[in-house]
């Protein structure tokens, strides 16, 4: 049960963390955004890694933690690829799918399949991120943009590897130090693509710096919430359920912004509240 918990704030804070990131990015830019967010979130965590006095982790999960934030990292500069080609509608169904599924290929490997209740309510999540991440011609839009979801699944792959590894890091129990790794390698992966596309540095609207602070506050807290769901449980059920985030975004972006929510994304919602109560029972 406390794995379920864990993975729904996972969830709820990720999702509030990209929609803060949408703000910082409507103001400064995607690349700005999340490269001095990444460098908010390393920050908190070297702070925190410090005063809770954990123990550093051997080399090998340190170095999966490395491995995982460049994944993940890659992952990102992929999504906001295919988004900026007009796929946005496609993108974030199609690489949340995949991030979820490698991981519960890889618990289904490693730990055995979960119970049959659980695994209907996989069927329900991962059909509850394709219809919330979406408008009402999502179906119609994939089949005439096949050929464009190279990036979005390659975007996909990217975030499930960094779940699967990720867990791997963890896995002795430590938390702090392998985000240190993780986050680390993320900002020193987005400061060479900046570099290397020539991406300014510059912050050109100073208001946006509270919205990218708190945005990498939130991702940073997403990231220690999946990593506590899947200690406590399986990583399977904590991807999962880490993965339903878009449904958190779509519904800040209802109350804040009035955003209106269409029948799909309704269904979607609907189905998440199914297949978390399936995974609880």
């Not at 955004?33 to 123990?55: C, N, R």
């Not at 208001?207 to 220690?224: C, K, Q």
């Not at 919430?225 to 958190?248: C, K, M, W």
């Amino acid at each position: 049960m406390l794995s379920i918990v864990f993975g729904l704030l996972s969830a709820l804070t990720w999702g509030a963390g990209d929609f803060t990131g949408g703000l910082g990015t409507r103001k400064v830019g995607a690349a700005c955004t999340v490269f001095y967010a990444s460098i908010v979130g390393l920050i908190a965590v070297v702070i925190t890694a410090l005063v809770s006095g954990e123990i550093f982790p051997a080399f090998a999960s340190i170095l999966f933690a490395t491995l995982a934030g460049m994944f993940g990292c890659v992952g990102l500069l992929l999504l906001y690829a295919a988004m900026a080609r007009g796929l946005m509608s496609i993108a974030a169904p199609v690489s949340a799918l995949l991030a979820a599924a490698l991981p519960v290929l890889a618990g289904s490997l490693t730990e055995g399949l979960p119970e049959t209740l659980t695994l209907i309510g996989f069927a329900f999540a991962l059909f509850a991120v394709w219809m919330v991440s979406q408008g009402e011609g999502g179906v119609s839009d994939l089949l005439s943009h096949l050929s464009d979801l190279k990036l979005p699944l390659l975007a996909g792959m990217g975030f499930g590897f960094y779940f699967v590894l990720m867990h791997n890091a963890t896995g002795n129990g430590h938390i702090f130090w392998p985000m240190v790794a993780s986050r680390t390698a993320s900002v020193l992966l987005l400061m060479g693509y900046m570099l290397i596309t020539q991406t300014s540095f510059r912050i050109t609207d100073m208001s946006a710096l509270p919205v990218i602070g708190l945005n990498g506050i939130l991702d940073l807290t997403g990231n220690g919430f999946f990593i506590l769901a899947a200690q406590a449980g399986r990583l399977d059920v904590a991807s999962v359920l880490s993965a339903l985030y878009p449904g958190s975004t779509v519904m800040l972006a209802w109350v804040f912004l009035h955003e209106r929510l269409t029948r799909n994304q309704w269904i979607g919602i609907v189905s998440a509240l199914t297949a978390i109560v399936l995974m609880t029972i």
